[in-house]
């Protein structure tokens, strides 16, 4: 552990050795969780629960996958009755699995349910709690009478789970907290975590303890400061419950890898996390590798290279503030953070290439296009260009390649540290000087800080890297160094999946903390530049630092869903990928839908079979609009609200 992580900012047990979280060990069915055990994998069922047959199956494919538990949900009585029927089943077949049994609104249900499965999962938000969008004041008398009466609806079930050794996980999603809670703390971390902490306290009177808790959100932001902060509130009420950790709403493909590994793998950089549960809105057994892939990361991660340690974290981690930093060439500042694309190791560089960062040729105007996601810089390292480049973008060469032009003003020189150090020659504009934690501690280092000409980019080559990185971020901000700073990761000999894991981590970490003001990968690997560009500017709007494309927050699906979610999902992104910025939740079902869209600008919600009910923000704007005009009625809306425009073709 570093000297001292200042208390009231504590929230794992080290920002630059890692160590796994000390938690308690939860017993769940034969396989406990928490404490010294490995970070479990799980999901969730889409078939509907009383279909025991399909439910059986679904449940096979994910444990084969590597599913450790299968949470199954259960709505009603009925559907908590059937997991008899599931849980009977999958044991005749040779699957002992322990099965969780989501709750959402009734007690009865999940009084049930808990006889029954090994875990229930119950939401603070809407287990008793009510949440019809009303603000409602509250005298502290009120409040309490609202929680006492929440009390005595709710220690039922925990003496049943207590009888029954069965487990809970107690579930708090910020976009379905009660109105209580809304009404006391807002839409928060705090009010987050305070709902869980409400239940929490009521299971440890009853001295139950065998608990896990989740604080879900589709903003990775809150979701990774409301992890922090709960884990910083237990430490003060002595508690140390182990954690399920989960973006909601994630959404699917690309979109949905990233921002779950930037919110999951941001808290497992620091060792936090007990179990992952990846939520894509596609097949479950798709979010088994996805999550096996993010845990697999930290199995030798203990041994990383030392990182010197700091007594006390500089920033505050329960709050997005960006770092201060000063402009310099459109880097840095109140500018959002660029995006820089690498050609250094391309060996012939045509019109087509630039195709690939978002930039396109017209031969017959001699004019460059450029789409939403085109890069800001260009890293040529010893190439050089043959014809113009795009106006928008800027180039940069190895300094001793930028010595040589002809016209220096069309690049900007990169440095090594000691290169920049010796130089006589420099930029007046601006120097990239790329540096590592050591130099920073050099005696010289002093002498490049705050020059208004300096951008840095930083690089590590320890398998810590993260971490490492904000080690670095932590010495500006305590120094007040104020130079814009770029992020530079590697990757070289891994695949796509793996590479959009990681990177999402590796660049999420530090964004989320207001850290970095422009993103570079390096690869050596030359055929996935586009690749690598989309991944980035997805990894940006991941964190919510840049905004290029339009964010489709989308339910996982589950046995409530009234709509094939995949193929609607896509028919959605097909007529409106091109809403730069617009945010549009896709719910299966009306119950738990509304409450879980979190800030979507538009909601397109199951509300019946063939049914969807249409939403500008919370409000509902049209109901049960036949599925085939959904669609466009949803395009209307968002036309009269003017925010339309229409896709052009590049
Ligand atoms: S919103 Fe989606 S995942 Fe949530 S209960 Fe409804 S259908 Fe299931």
Redesign the pocket.
Known sequence: MDAKIENIKKYCESLTKYTRLKTREVKIGDIPLGGNNPIRIQS?T?TDTMNTAATVEQSIRMINAGCEYVRI?A?SINEARNLENIKKELRVRGYQTPLIA?I?FTPNAAELAARIVEKVRVNPGNYVDKKKFETIEYTDKEYQLELERIRERFVPLVKICKEYGTAMRIGTNHGSLSDRIMSRYGDTPLGMVESALEFLRICENENYHNIVLSMKASNTQVMVQAYRLLINKMNAEGMNYPLHLGVT?AGDGEDGRVKSALGIGTLLEDGIGDTIRV?LTEEPEYEVPVAISLAKRYDSRVNHEPIVGIDESPINPFEYNRRKSFEVIGIGGSTVPKVIADFSLMNEINYDSFKSIGYYYDAPTDKWNMNDTASDFLFLGDNELLFDSPNNLKLIFNYKKWLSLSDRTIGIPYFKYDEFVAASEKSFAANFVEISIYDIFRDDFTKLTNQKNVIFVLASKNIHAMPEMRRMFFEFVNSGIENPVVIRNSYHEIDDDHLRLYSSTDFGGLLIDGFGDAVWIRSGENGRIEFINRTLFGILQAARTRISKTEYIA????????FD?VEVTNKIRNRTEHLKGVKIAI???????P??MADADYGY??SGVGKITLYRGKEVIKRSVNSENALDELIELIKEDNVWVEPVKL
């Open positions: 969730m889409t949900t709505p989501d959402h709403e939520s339910c996982p699906s589950c046995g409530r869903t009234l979610l719910m299966g079902c009306i119950v738990n839908g409450g879980e919600v199951g």
